[in-house]
């Protein structure tokens, strides 16, 4: 699986030509944020009293709502340049 | 899908859905023994006001400061991955005693841990380069300094991990401590022309860190994106650095910086010639063939629409007006390429290095408006130069050059530019946009 990912991965970049480098660093930026989901199930198992987890918790989800929400409006602006021209 | 400009927006849409459903997938589906996910208020309102704030960030930015927030959002997901690894670690030490610690989960933690905390500090430092806030800073010893945080950072996470001390949150909190200050000098000394290399490597390190997440829960999603970016992440540094001709280790351990490096042995310096507006108009109007080196200085004018004009204006005239992009011109790959799209030149008027080269030779005039080091002959003749064996655009097998720029002042590299002085070349001083500016008005009037 790992293995099958980084294969993914290599392939994926490989067929990027460079004028979209900077995007494509973008996008990857926006998809690791990912990451969120092991927020969001740290927070969802965080018992009701336990005020510190949830902040921590809460800061989590936030910050990773910010990578990516952020990081996908920021690729689709770079991606928007490329439109055809009129 | 992503490997053609007009359909990559649509995979970025497609990839945007995928995270959607994944993360309401996550906050309503997820069950570990029987138990499905709480606090459902405080998970929504955090992804609201997230989603509100990474919105408004991501539109208000400028283009040219895209690398930067980049930077940012990518410092968020490592912070996000670290406070997973500092929540679960508290989980886990407070519900079990000592003796039965599950190692392989706190190997896990700390090595989300480490990596999400190196890339967040990392890239908030990089985010202060680009937008200058922060300056290059040096010192002595510092890359011995770096190796020894570094490996002390790792034993405390290895003593922790295999031997269980009884002050474990003690070390937990030092090795939280060591990888953030890490994480800053790892990026400090690093010149804020290599931030793009930086930043690709530290969005390939969050991804790592993502994929600890993923393995912590056993969520393939998670492992999946993660370690995609991993990969990806670390081949689009290397080609990076490939297109600069630099090593990473190059570019991770030496700094260019004005006062640390000083220029190459080559003679340097001489009397470089001024071109009146008028003679610049003259020459580019009737000359058959003009190619524009676009640079950081035309980002930093934000000069781009009037360059557009001025290429408009003069192929009006007859004049045939191309764009050499060099890969890393500008602050980041591709930098230059966004910039004209915005201006809404053609995307077929841009030549890659490799195609401009061997079109210089029957160019009768290079304009070069606020670039620098791509177009140093130093590169190629000067092996004490710092940029040297980065190729280079050949502007001078052009007829002329006429270069713009605000003053004499080196470049991101610090050093001198031999093309300056040289017989074909004769120099346009002022700020990009205001030249531009003048020069199309003189060109308008023959």
């Known amino acids: 699986m790992v293995i099958l990912m980084i294969f993914v991965g290599i392939e994926v970049i490989g067929r990027v030509p460079s004028v979209l480098h900077t995007p494509l660093m973008s996008g990857a930026n926006a998809i690791h944020g990912v990451v969120i989901i092991g927020a969001i199930i740290v927070m969802g198992k965080a018992e009701e009293g336990n005020l510190i987890a949830l902040i921590l918790g809460f800061l989590a989800v936030f910050l990773g709502t910010l990578n990516v929400v952020g990081g996908f409006v920021v690729t689709d602006r770079m991606l928007e340049m490329f439109k055809k021209k009129k | 899908m992503l490997s053609n400009p007009a359909s990559a927006r649509n995979g970025n849409l497609v990839a945007a859905v995928g995270m959607f459903v994944a993360i309401l997938g996550t906050i309503f589906l997820y069950e570990e023994n029987g138990q499905k996910l709480g606090n459902y208020t405080w998970i929504f309102a955090a992804l609201f006001i997230g989603s509100v704030a990474g919105t408004l960030m991501a539109k208000r930015v400028q283009m040219t400061a895209m690398p930067e927030m980049v930077s940012l959002f ?5 912070a996000c991955a670290a406070l997973i690894s500092v929540i679960e670690f508290r989980h886990l030490v407070h519900s079990s005693d000592a003796a039965s610690l599950d190692q392989t989960s706190l190997l896990i933690i700390m090595l989300g841990l480490i990596i999400g905390s190196v890339s967040f500090a990392g890239s908030v430092i990089a985010w202060g380069k680009l937008n200058g806030s922060i300056k290059d800073f040096a010192f002595k010893g510092q890359h011995i300094i770096n190796i020894i945080l570094l490996l002390l950072t790792l034993f405390i996470a290895a003593h922790i991990v295999i031997n269980l001390p009884i002050e474990l949150e003690l070390y937990f909190y030092a090795a939280v401590v060591l990888a953030l200050v890490y994480g800053i000098f790892f990026v400090l000394p690093i010149g804020g022309a290599d931030m793009p290399v930086v930043i690709s490597l530290l969005n390939s390190f969050t991804g790592v860190a993502a994929a600890c997440g993923g393995f912590l829960y056993d969520n393939k999603v998670m492992l999946t994106g993660g370690i995609l970016v991993g ?6 540094t290397i080609l990076m650095c490939k297109a600069m001709n630099r090593s990473l280790q190059n570019v991770l351990i030496g700094s260019f910086g004005g006062g640390a490096t000083t220029g190459g042995s080559a003679q340097t310096g001489g009397t470089y010639k001024e071109v009146t507006l008028s003679d610049a108009a003259v020459v580019m109007s009737y000359a058959n063939k003009v190619m524009i080196v676009p640079g950081y200085g035309l980002a930093v004018a934000q000069a781009q629409h009037v360059c557009h004009e001025l290429e408009k204006t ?4 007859g004049v045939e007006v191309k764009y050499a992009i060099h890969p890393v011109a500008g602050r ?14 053609s995307y077929e008027k841009l030549l890659e290095m490799e195609q401009a080269n061997e079109e210089f030779k029957n160019t009768d005039v290079v304009l070069i408006l606020g670039a620098n080091d791509v177009v140093n002959p130093a590169a190629k003749s000067d092996p004490s130069s710092p940029i040297y064996g980065m190729p280079i655009l050949e502007v001078e097998e052009a007829k002329h050059v006429i270069v ?10 610090g050093i001198e530019n031999q093309l300056f002085f040289q017989p074909k070349t004769s120099m346009l001083f002022g700020d990009a946009k205001k030249a531009l500016q ?3 008005a003189e060109v308008r009037n023959l």
């Open chain 2, 438 to 440: 003048d020069l199309l």
């Open chain 2, 404 to 413: 713009n720029k605000r003053s004499m002042k080196p470049g991101y590299a």
């Open chain 2, 332 to 345: 980041m790959p591709g930098h230059m390429n966004v910039l004209l799209a915005e201006a809404d030149v």
């Open chain 2, 231 to 236: 990969a990806a992440g670390t081949l689009l």
């Open chain 2, 314 to 317: 003069l192929e009006a005239k």
């Open chain 2, 74 to 78: 990518n410092g968020m997901g490592g």
